[in-house]
């Protein structure tokens, strides 16, 4: 398969950092635009749903694009690899441009009704099944692998930017313009990524052992030769196994069979995939559901809440500054374990503080630590994944953190309800700090470093 219309050249021998180079600030610029946009999105759709019919309604109208994110992000991964991610998130990103404007003037013109929202929802939350594993492989094709670490900083930043700024365009828009004016908005800010994704440079990826070339845009592995296209990969010093060549125009399930194979013989992705469920699964419900009814119960109102949340994003803020500024860590793995753990620790105890203040401050011991271990995981999965099989592993692991650990967001809720905050919170600690205590007793795990 060819890339047609591609930029690219081969990564250079010395690298100038993350920061520094400018291939990576257009990227990281496109990233942010599209990010801010999804969050004025949001918004834009909250509001409407909510004038447009009841909470209830509403409510649904919001959960609607988990259904085909969930039970398509595996063939996403399929798609990025077989395509090139980038292609496929200017693809993606042009098509919820046109979908969030055609919507922006719609309202402006007419009062269509929920059923329009709950179109676009699941337009959405279809794109976003191709568009997020796609985003998750691009790291691995703007920068070297040393400077990983310091892109997940980077990226780390760039969404916490994206929250504030999103929430607060998108609340002046819809005070301004009402719906319409902030889904214009939303649509005018995705389609800006789109050239700063056309202006960014690949880098091609890497030859394989036997002497054959990864294809420009992920398809697969290539043989240098017709004769060759079924040739045995060696394995690397992973341990992933040796992967089958596959021909072009093999079928996706085959792909997605082998991707999925890949992960489980890997002996550093199947256990770090592994932990990065068990942390989410434990962080996701106390820190969004509980956190809510935590504050309620301490009489702390919305602005104690909004207090503790701030200290968390100090936090993650704080751990993806750090990465982008050192660059990297030594001892990875271990670090990214160890950091887990203590958040867990954290995640616990949050339910036994009584004031706003300590609670604040514990908020942003959870942010620390886990902002740092996700980065070190994100940053881990980067850099220990063949660049051809980053869609699939990528969507692997969004499938955990946007499917599964949502999830847990109502059982918390009704076991608090039934258990009350101090058994639960501890429980799901006890989860998270199962990521760190799996990821410390798997030695390729725990011996893993950020660079090969």
């Known amino acids: 398969m060819t890339a047609i219309g591609t930029l690219s050249a081969p990564a250079p021998a010395a690298q100038r950092p993350a920061h520094r180079d400018p291939n990576v600030l257009r990227w990281l610029a496109a990233y942010m635009s599209s990010m801010i946009g999804d969050n004025v999105y949001y918004i834009a759709l909250s509001w409407a749903a909510v004038q447009s019919g009841t909470a209830a309604q509403a409510g649904v109208v919001m959960t609607v694009s988990a259904v085909p994110r969930a039970l398509l992000m595996l063939g996403g991964g399929v798609i990025a690899d077989r395509f090139g991610p980038r292609k496929v998130v200017i693809g993606s990103d042009a098509v919820r441009c046109a979908a969030v404007l055609a919507v922006a003037a719609l309202l402006f013109a007419t009062s269509p009704g929920l059923w329009l929202l709950a179109v676009l929802s699941l337009v959405f939350g279809t794109v976003d099944a191709v568009f997020m594993p796609a985003v998750g492989a691009l790291p691995a094709r703007v920068t070297s692998r040393d400077q990983l ?10 969404i916490r930017f994206a929250n504030v700024a999103g929430a607060t365009l998108g609340g002046l828009c819809v005070a301004l ?159 990214a374990a160890v950091a887990l753990l203590v958040g867990s620790v954290a995640i616990g105890a949050l339910a036994f503080v009584s004031s706003v203040a300590a609670a604040v401050v514990v908020a942003l011991f959870v942010g620390l630590f886990a902002g740092l271990s996700g980065a070190l995981c994100g940053a881990l999965l980067q850099t220990q994944t063949d660049p051809a099989y980053l869609g699939r592993v990528s969507s692997v692991s969004g499938i955990v953190s946007l499917g599964l650990a949502p999830l847990s967001m109502p059982l918390t809720a009704a076991a608090i309800g039934w258990w009350g905050t101090g058994p639960v919170f501890v429980t799901s600690a006890a989860v998270c700090g199962l990521g760190g205590v799996l990821a410390l007793c798997v030695g390729p795990l725990r011996r893993a470093e950020l660079t090969k």
């Open 149 to 158: 670490a310091r892109v997940q900083g980077m990226r780390g930043l760039a």
């Open 177 to 335: 313009g009402g719906a319409a004016a902030a889904f214009g908005l939303a649509g005018m800010l995705i389609a800006l990524s789109v050239p700063l994704l056309i202006s960014v440079r690949m880098t091609d990826l890497p030859t394989d052992a036997a002497g054959g070339a990864h294809d420009m845009d992920g398809a697969g592995v290539a043989g240098a030769s017709a004769d060759k296209e079924h040739a045995r990969v060696a394995a690397d010093k992973t341990g992933a196994g040796a992967v089958q060549a596959k021909p072009a125009g093999a079928p996706a399930w085959r792909d997605l069979r082998d991707g999925l194979g890949y992960i489980r013989r890997h002996r550093v992705l199947a256990p770090l995939i592994a932990a990065i469920a068990l942390g989410d699964l434990g962080f996701v419900g106390p820190l969004n559901v509980g956190l809510t009814l935590l504050a309620d119960q301490r009489g702390w109102g919305a602005s104690g809440m909004g207090w503790v949340l701030a200290g968390f994003g100090t936090g993650a803020g704080a751990a993806a500054l750090l990465l982008t500024v050192r660059g990297r860590l030594p001892r990875a793995g271990r670090v």
